[in-house]
Every structure is written in C-alpha cells, then in structure tokens.
C-alpha cells in the first residue's frame, strides 16, 4: 500500500470515530462521565482552544464552556449550574469530557461537544452524545387474586416510580405463554420528578389452578421485575394463594453505539478493503511489467529482429 493510501487510510480511521455518536445510559440522582475525546492530537494548548458542550437540537442550550480568560458560569443554562464540570489537566491532554451530576429526567437529550480553534473559530472536531435517563421501579406487587364469579379471576400488579415508560406483560406460568394485552387494563401515573408508577389489572377465565406472571420491563436498563401469583384449589375446596417474586440485577446497561455507528463503520471498513484490493492489483501490474528474463540466446535472438532507426 502506498503511502498516500496509508494516508487516506488514517484519515478514514480518524472520521470514523469523529463520527460515532456514543449511547450514554445513567441513573436518576446519580452521575455520569459524557465522553468526548480527541481523536487524534493528544496535547492541545488550552490558551489557543475554546470548548463547548451544548444541546445538539433546539432551543440550544449552554451544558458548559470553556474560554480562555472568560467567566462562562453566563452563559451555562439554568438548569445545569453548579452540576457540570470540566477538568483542565484532562483537556490539556485532549479529553474534554463533562461530569454531570445529580441527574434528573429533563437531562434525557443529544449533547454535542466541540472544539474550536479560538484564532479561526473552525472546528477542530465535534462528539455527540446521547444521554438516555433511567430510574429502577420497586418490585412489583401482586394482589390477592379476586374471584368476581364463577367464570373469571381478577390479578392486579403494581410498581412505583421508575423511568422511563414501563412494558407490562402477563405469563401464564402453566405453558409459559404470553397471555393476550387485551386482557390486561394498565394505567400509568407521573409524579413530580416525572417518575412513572403502573398498576395493572388482569382478567382471565376461572380456572381450578391458575399460574400467572407479572413482569415490569424497563427497556433503557435491559431489566425485567417478575412475580408469580398461583391460586389454587385444594381438594376440600378451599383455596390457596402464593406470590415468588425475583429480583434482576439492578447494573446499567454501559455505553453502546447506535445502529448508525454499525453502518458508519461497516461502510469504512469496505471502503478500506477496496482500497487495499485496488493497490494489490497495482503492485502485480508493476511487477509484471518488466517482462520475463530469457536467458542469453532468448536476449540475442530479441537483440536480432529489434530494428535502428
């Protein structure tokens, strides 16, 4: 591979990771490092360069600043005064990621990150982030099941102040199948902080032993809260209700790249191999191009039938 193609080559590499936007996931009240990193010059002189973090749609709002010489705390939104922050020691060595704490459900945005030459203003480069907001509900909580007739049974499931929007799913524990949502009434209220609390209520056929499953899904922690609810008929006839419950692993998901970064990545890698085939193909060209050796006789005999003009 030539050196103009090494050269185009690093330049690829280098808007693939300008290019990537990273999936941040954090907690509510808790905090979160918003990655944004040189992708190729490791020591930048902070007199010469501004920073700035801000909402990548609109309305736009300042997250942070950094100006050489300039109180930025003007210019940083309301919201997130006294609650980011950058670190210089770490810009100097080109990480110009923002510490944002106390977390709270509005922060659910794009971010973008950008460095700026402070004597053209052109961009160095730029970084977006998506910061996606979690919060665990509480274990659900499964009612004693009500016997409203001879022909149907009520359960009733409840969970508390999570985020975001819950996926409410019933199992019937007997065959493992997924029970129809249009047996199942849910109804969804926010709080103050803008926390989602569920109740929901299933409505199935009689039955003398009934297995079901209550499963709370929070899709931005990749978590399911289950509990079992049995009712059962004992041969003298009375009945008997029991509730196993189990708890997930309450980690969050770490930071993850988007589908776009997929197809961002899979075109430059084609890219690249194209390249690499083309310059293969080039160098066999060459080599060829200089004819076999023939030995002696082969060489006179060619000498013989060249003519001078």
Wanted: hydrophobic letters at 35%.
């Amino acid at each position: 591979m030539t050196l103009k193609s090494i050269g185009f080559f690093l330049f690829l590499l280098g808007c693939l990771r300008a290019a990537v936007m990273e999936e941040i996931y954090g907690m509510v009240g808790g905090d979160v490092d918003l990655s944004c990193i040189s992708p190729g010059k490791k020591h930048f002189d902070l007199n010469k360069i501004s920073v700035y973090w801000q909402t990548k749609n609109e309305p736009l709002k300042t997250i942070n600043a950094y100006i050489p010489g300039d109180d930025t705390s003007q210019y940083i939104d309301s919201k997130y005064q006294n609650r980011t922050s950058l670190k210089l020691e770490k810009m100097e060595r080109g990480d110009f990621s923002l510490h944002l704490s106390n977390i709270t459900i509005k922060d659910e945005l794009e971010l973008e990150c950008i460095v700026v030459n402070k004597s053209s203003t052109d961009p160095l480069f730029r970084s977006t982030v998506n910061l996606h907001v979690a919060a665990n509900y509480s274990i659900p909580v499964v009612e004693a099941p009500k016997k409203t007739n001879d022909t149907e049974v009520t359960f009733t499931c409840t969970s508390h102040n999570g985020f975001p929007k819950p996926k409410i799913y019933w199992v019937n524990k007997t065959d493992n199948s997924l029970l129809n949502q249009s047996l199942q009434n849910d109804t969804f209220t926010i709080n103050e902080k803008g926390l989602y609390s569920v109740s929901s209520v299933l409505k199935i056929a009689w039955t003398p032993n009934i297995r079901v499953e209550c499963c709370i899904e929070n899709v931005n922690l990749q978590q399911n809260l289950t509990v079992q609810s049995s009712f059962l008929l004992s041969p003298d006839g009375s009945t008997d209700h029991r509730i196993i419950t189990t708890t997930p692993n309450q980690s969050i998901p770490s930071g993850k790249t988007s589908i776009i970064t997929f197809f961002i990545i899979f075109g430059i890698v084609l890219v690249i191999l194209l390249m690499a085939v083309i310059s293969f193909r080039k160098l066999r060209k060459n080599k060829h191009h200089y004819g076999d050796y023939r030995g002696p006789q082969g060489n006179r005999q060619m000498a013989e039938t060249t003519d001078y003009i």
